[in-house]
Structures are given as structure tokens and as C-alpha cells.
């Protein structure tokens, strides 16, 4: 059975960082495109960062873009968030998905969530003084 299991969540101070892992189980990722949503409480889910099975695609979010860094590394099956320059308004549920027909879309384009199929169970990132 497919499985993401989400990691690294925290407390941190603002402008601090925390480097969130996405493990794949039960399939290998290494042809799937792989996405990060988070969901901060009384928000939608908004999809932040994504990308392609040969991380010569990536894209984030306006909202996290020169903050947030995704990379992988097929040989563990895992998939890493490096977010940077923390903001207390980067609090949330972070979760990984992925789809056998998922496409991270190019760099500007939003980060829907069409084709997601597995998620993980999220990991609390909290980010305040």
C-alpha cells in the first residue's frame, strides 16, 4: 500500500527554519511527482511547493517563493521542505502528496490539488516568539 509519512515540524522562533522530510513506503517515488500543502486553522489547504521526479521542475507559491526550498533524494525515497526566514503566518498542518497522473505544473502556475491521490498525515510546523 502507498504511504507519505511527514517529519521535522516544530516550534521555531521567526526568521528561524525547519527542514520538513516526506517518506515514501510501499511504492517508489522515484517517477512521481511529489507536492507539500499546508493548512493553517480557519484556512483552506494551499498548495506551497512541488516537484518533478528529476527536480528539474519545481514550483512554489508566491507566498513562500525565495523562502521555501524543495529537493529530493530518490535513493532514500524522500522528498525535502527547506523553509527558511520563518514567518509566524507559515503556521500550519504541512502535508506531502502524490498521484500516479500528478504533474507539477510549471514555475507561476498554482499548485492545485487534481491528481493527488496519497497523503500523508501532516506535520505541525509552528512558527512564533
Known amino acids: 500500500q502507498a504511504k507519505l509519512a511527514e517529519s521535522g515540524g516544530g516550534l521555531v522562533q521567526p526568521g528561524g527554519s525547519l527542514r520538513l522530510s516526506c517518506v515514501a513506503s510501499g511504492f517508489s517515488s522515484d517517477f512521481y511527482n511529489i507536492a507539500w500543502f499546508r493548512q493553517a486553522p480557519g484556512k483552506e489547504r494551499e498548495g506551497v511547493a512541488c516537484i518533478g521526479s528529476d527536480e528539474q521542475r519545481t514550483n512554489f507559491a508566491d507566498s513562500v517563493s525565495g523562502r521555501f526550498r524543495i529537493f529530493r533524494d530518490n535513493a532514500k525515497n524522500t522528498v525535502y521542505l527547506q523553509m527558511n526566514s520563518l514567518k509566524p503566518e507559515d503556521t500550519a498542518v504541512y502535508y506531502c502528496?502524490?498521484?500516479?497522473?500528478?504533474?507539477?505544473?510549471?514555475?507561476?502556475?498554482?499548485?492545485?490539488?487534481?491528481?493527488?491521490?496519497?497523503w500523508g498525515q501532516g506535520t505541525l510546523a509552528t512558527v512564533s516568539s
Open positions: 502528496a502524490t498521484g500516479a497522473s500528478y504533474y507539477c505544473p510549471g514555475e507561476g502556475l498554482p499548485i492545485g490539488d487534481r491528481y493527488l491521490e496519497v
